[in-house]
């Protein structure tokens, strides 16, 4: 299994950016998609995650400006991030986990200026 991310840049504090993810190769159909990130000098965090079925979970504090969303035809997780800050700042990484599964993909770098 493969994962391939794309979607990160720089942008400016208040401004929007949408992360893809999109897994291929051999998937276990109930599984859970998500975002986690590394800031510099910080351990990876959660960012969001959602399940096959659709249910999803955030961090307090992207609670209100992200959105995580899934198509499950095309095995891709998006985020899309608005009102973005400085603290947002970070390598974010794409993971697709089921029963003792773990996958992750590369890391795309958000840069967020004030």
């Known amino acids: 299994v493969q994962l391939q991310a794309s979607g990160g840049g720089l942008v400016q504090a208040g401004g929007s950016l949408k992360l893809s993810c999109t897994a291929s190769g051999s998937i276990f159909s109930r599984n859970t998609m998500g975002w986690y990130r590394q800031a510099p000098g910080k351990q990876r965090e959660l960012v969001a995650n959602?399940?096959?079925?659709?249910?999803?979970n955030y961090a307090d504090s992207v609670k209100g400006r992200f959105t995580v969303s899934r198509d499950n035809a095309k095995n891709t997780v998006y985020l899309q991030m608005n009102s973005l800050k400085p603290e947002d700042t970070a390598v974010y990484y794409c993971?697709?986990?089921?029963?003792?599964?773990?996958?992750w993909g590369q890391g795309t770098l958000v840069t967020v200026s004030s």
């Open positions: 993971r697709l986990s089921w029963v003792r599964t773990d996958y």
């Open positions: 959602i399940v096959s079925s659709g249910s999803t």
